[in-house]
Structures are given as C-alpha cells and as structure tokens.
C-alpha cells in the first residue's frame, strides 16, 4: 500500500513540477483575490485588520476549490486511473497520495504567502502565527475534502461549479474555526480550543474522506 | 476460422494444455452498459496457453467484457474466477494475476516514455531497472525515444510505449488487451505477436479485441464471438 502511496504521490509531484506554472496558479488566483478586498472595501487600516483573517481563509477555501477540480480528470481522461484501480494494492493508496500531492502543491504554497498577505493586511505578530498554524490545520482538511468532491463529480459535464457546492458546506466548520481562532488572538485570548477543534476536524475526514474518494473513484471509473 | 464462431466458447480440440485448470473462468457472467443489458448467461474459459480474439460488431459491448473481467465493472449476474480465486473474495490477488490495457495508452504527456513505463509497472508491483525498461521498449522498438516526452511521440510510438508493459509482465498470467493492434504499424504487430506467443508458451492466457484479423501464427487464436452469442 505505502508502495503504491509512494509510486503516485512521486508521479504527480513530478508531472507538478513539469507544469510549474499551471501549478502555480491557485497561488496566483489566492494574491489576486486577496488583493481586490482594499480595492473594494476600502483602505482604513481598522477595517483591513479587522476583515483580514476572514478573507484570507476565504480565498484559501476557493483557491483550493479551483485546483482539485482537475486532481482526477486528467488520470481519467488518458485511462491513468483504471490502470491505478486496477493496482493489487488498494485504491485507498491512490486516494490518500491524490490528497498528499495536491495539499502540497496548492496547499503549503497558500501558508507560506499568507503571511506575507497578512502584512499587507497590518495584522499582528501574534495574529499572523495564529492565522499560519490555523491554515497548517486546515488546508489539509480542504484538501481531503476537495478530493472527495472531484471523486463523486469525476466525468460530470458540470462537476466543476457541483464540487464546490458539495465541498463549501462541509468546509465551512473548518473556515470558522480557522478565522475565529485569530480572531480570538487578536481579542487577547487563548485560542487552544479553536485549534483542537480544527485538529479534532482534520483528524475527522483524514480517516473519513479518503475511504469515500477510493470508493467514489471505483464507482465513477465503472 | 469463422466457423468455429457459431458457439461462445470455440472448442477446437488437440491443445496440449486442454486438461489444465482454467486461468480464467467466467461462468452465466451479464454485464450491461447504463441501462441497456449487453449479454446475459456468458461462459468463456481461457485455458493456459491460449489466445482468445473477442469479436464482434461495434457496440457490441467488446470494452464492457474486458473492463467486467478485469474488475473494474461489476457484472449484474455469474461467476468470475481469475487463477481460481474469486473477485468478489479476493481483489488484490485478482489484480495480481491479471493486466489489462485498455483502449486508452495511461500515459502522461509530461513524462519520459521511460518515466511513465516505469510507473505503469509499479503500479502491477513490478519494480524494475532502467535497464529492464530499456530492454522492453527496445523490445517493442521505441528505445531511440526512451527520455522524449510522451507528448512528442506519435499515435504509434505511444501504443508501443504501453505495450512494452507486456515484456515485463511475466507474473501476470491473464493479460486483457483492447484493441492492442491499433495504431500499429507491421513491425509493431510482429513485436506484439512475439509477445504474446512468449506469453502463451510461458503457459500464460490472453483475450484480445482486434478489429482486423490477427496475424498470430502459434498458437492459433481462438475465437469468441458476441454476435453469436444470443441474449439468453
């Protein structure tokens, strides 16, 4: 199994690292995105602090969306995902290496621009590590789910715009716990239980949904 | 060779294995294609050694049998046992003793033809040195484009790339093979027939779409044709 794991999880970052710039363009659309909110809200420092945790995490939640809609389109379209499915060991492995490879790709490049974005946004010290160690636990927890999403929607004509209808609800748990807990911070309080809670969250669906995706997979490749 | 196409399973008898247990045997297998029922009450038995053509018309549901035999469909009714195991009870040796290569080649455009050989046979388990992936595109006369991109080579370069799989798939006894000649140019069939007669001598079985007649000289393939087999 961790073979298996091992074998897709090292395609994938390589084919990544092939098309760099295509993988680098949920990191475009999250610097974008976040940009517009001073243009449209408007530059008052106050508001800018105020509003910050909460949009950052917001657009993190959509730049997630918008990649993991072609995690197995491109493995079902050339006939890569039948010969992954048909592998001795379970599709389990190929489920949990899709998660792996697109948190990594996506994810880990959206925490390392958020602090920067957050200095934009004037956010504290404290607030920053806070909004980082809340995205460390919750884009993974995006990840699994957004890959669950692409699982079910694999092969439907209008699966992008399904997938973020079934993801964003299931998601929202981990967006209120990852704004609230610098909210908190900034409020002068401990935020221990916003993180356990996320935690708690990310433990969740990282035994759940990687199940649901390999046996979404089997069926949408049926 | 058309006349032996009346029944399902064409007995033409001699074969030196014709006692050996079956490498595969479905028995009263249906399989349907999202509402419309393919066929119903199917037996095929591949013996080691043989080579089967599947014929039949388009449509037909030629892909649906492979893809239901290899398990990545279910079949709505029968029995299917690969090397004596049972899908149902045991997948991963099922997988294990099966390869399948569909109509589509599995191979990333951004990767070397090397690179994505080497991953299709890992996927089976199959760990194996770059001079063995050499050996095996070589074998199938596309060593020359080992480290271009796949996306460079042509239609034909592709489906051998793919087919090199078969030179290193000795552990898999039952190989299903859709429309393996397509794209393929002589050389290309005499590579693939060596291949697959290596497989039959090894004592291997192999159920191959083709929609031109087959070439193979030794062994002899047998027929089994869909069209002749009613909808019970």
Same mark, same amino acid.
């Given at each position: 199994?961790?073979?298996?794991?091992?074998?897709?999880?090292?395609?994938?970052?390589?084919? =990544?690292?092939?098309?760099?710039?295509?993988? !680098?363009?949920?990191?475009? #659309?999250? @610097?974008? =995105? !976040?940009?517009? #909110?001073?243009?449209?809200?408007?530059?008052?420092?106050?508001?800018?602090?105020?509003?910050?945790?909460?949009?950052?995490?917001?657009?993190?939640?959509?730049?997630?969306?918008?990649?993991?809609?072609?995690?197995?389109?491109?493995?079902?379209?050339?006939?890569?995902?039948?010969?992954?499915?048909?592998?001795?060991?379970?599709?389990?492995?190929?489920?949990?290496?899709?998660?792996?490879?697109?948190?990594?790709?996506?994810?880990?490049?959206?925490?390392?621009?958020?602090?920067?974005?957050?200095?934009?946004?004037?956010? /504290?010290?404290?607030?920053?590590?806070?909004?980082?160690?809340?995205?460390?636990?919750?884009?993974?927890?995006? /990840?699994?789910?957004?890959?669950?999403?692409?699982?079910?929607?694999?092969?439907?004509?209008?699966?992008?715009?399904?997938?973020?209808?079934?993801?964003?609800?299931?998601?929202?748990?981990?967006?209120?716990?990852?704004?609230?807990?610098?909210?908190?911070?900034?409020?002068?309080?401990?935020?221990?239980?916003? #993180?356990?809670?996320?935690?708690?969250?990310?433990?969740?669906?990282?035994?759940?949904?990687?199940?649901?995706?390999?046996?979404?997979?089997? @069926?949408?490749?049926? | 060779?058309?006349?032996?196409?009346?029944?399902?399973?064409?007995?033409?008898?001699?074969?030196?294995?014709?006692?050996?247990?079956?490498?595969?045997?479905?028995?009263?297998?249906? %399989?349907?294609?999202?509402?419309? +029922?393919?066929?119903?009450?199917?037996?095929?038995?591949?013996?080691?050694?043989?080579?089967?053509? *599947?014929?039949?018309?388009?449509?037909?549901?030629?892909?649906?049998?492979?893809?239901?035999?290899?398990?990545?469909?279910?079949?709505?009714?029968?029995?299917?046992?690969?090397?004596?195991?049972?899908?149902?009870?045991?997948?991963?040796?099922?997988?294990?003793?099966?390869?399948?290569?569909?109509?589509?080649?599995?191979?990333?455009?951004?990767?070397?033809? $090397?690179?994505?050989? $080497?991953?299709?046979?890992?996927?089976?388990?199959?760990?194996?040195?770059?001079?063995?992936?050499?050996?095996?595109?070589?074998?199938? %006369?596309?060593?020359?484009?080992?480290?271009?991109?796949?996306?460079?080579?042509?239609?034909?370069?592709?489906?051998?790339?793919?087919?090199?799989?078969?030179?290193?798939? +000795?552990?898999?006894?039952?190989?299903?093979?859709?429309?393996?000649?397509?794209? *393929?140019?002589?050389?290309?069939?005499?590579? *693939?027939?060596?291949?697959?007669?290596?497989?039959?001598?090894?004592?291997?079985?192999?159920?191959?779409?083709?929609?031109?007649?087959?070439?193979?000289?030794?062994?002899?393939?047998?027929?089994?044709?869909?069209?002749?087999?009613?909808?019970?």
């Amino acid at each position: 199994m961790t073979d298996l794991f091992i074998a897709v999880l090292m395609r994938d970052l390589r084919l =990544a690292w092939r098309r760099r710039i295509d993988s !680098l363009l949920p990191l475009v #659309f999250f @610097i974008v =995105a !976040l940009s517009l #909110f001073p243009l449209g809200v408007g530059p008052e420092p106050q508001t800018l602090r105020e509003i910050a945790p909460g949009v950052v995490w917001v657009c993190a939640l959509l730049a997630s969306m918008l990649s993991v809609n072609l995690l197995f389109a491109g493995d079902l379209a050339d006939g890569s995902l039948e010969q992954m499915l048909l592998a001795p060991q379970p599709a389990l492995a190929v489920a949990t290496a899709k998660c792996a490879v697109h948190w990594l790709v996506s994810g880990l490049p959206l925490i390392v621009a958020a602090p920067l974005v957050g200095v934009l946004f004037g956010m /504290s010290v404290p607030a920053l590590v806070a909004l980082v160690f809340g995205l460390l636990l919750g884009t993974p927890i995006l /990840s699994l789910l957004g890959a669950l999403g692409a699982a079910l929607t694999l092969g439907l004509r209008s699966g992008g715009m399904l997938l973020i209808l079934i993801v964003l609800p299931l998601a929202t748990p981990a967006l209120i716990f990852g704004a609230g807990a610098v909210g908190t911070i900034e409020a002068g309080q401990s935020a221990a239980g916003h #993180f356990s809670l996320l935690g708690a969250l990310l433990i969740a669906t990282a035994i759940g949904a990687p199940l649901a995706t390999a046996a979404a997979l089997r @069926i949408s490749t049926e | 060779m058309h006349s032996f196409a009346a029944s399902p399973v064409v007995a033409n008898g001699g074969f030196p294995l014709e006692s050996a247990e079956p490498i595969l045997a479905a028995a009263g297998l249906g %399989g349907q294609r999202g509402e419309r +029922m393919l066929f119903r009450g199917l037996d095929i038995t591949l013996l080691p050694g043989q080579v089967v053509w *599947l014929r039949g018309r388009n449509g037909r549901g030629k892909t649906s049998l492979l893809r239901l035999l290899a398990g990545l469909a279910t079949p709505t009714e029968g029995e299917l046992h690969v090397a004596g195991q049972s899908l149902r009870r045991a997948p991963a040796a099922w997988r294990r003793a099966l390869l399948y290569i569909g109509h589509q080649n599995a191979l990333k455009d951004d990767l070397t033809a $090397s690179e994505a050989l $080497s991953f299709l046979l890992r996927l089976g388990g199959t760990h194996s040195t770059a001079a063995q992936i050499d050996a095996a595109l070589h074998r199938l %006369g596309v060593h020359q484009c080992r480290h271009a991109l796949v996306r460079t080579l042509s239609q034909g370069q592709r489906r051998r790339v793919s087919l090199a799989r078969l030179a290193l798939s +000795m552990d898999q006894t039952l190989w299903l093979l859709d429309e393996p000649f397509d794209a *393929l140019d002589a050389d290309g069939v005499a590579a *693939l027939n060596e291949l697959l007669a290596e497989h039959a001598q090894r004592g291997g079985a192999t159920l191959l779409t083709s929609h031109q007649a087959l070439s193979l000289a030794e062994p002899v393939p047998r027929i089994f044709d869909l069209d002749h087999h009613a909808l019970a």
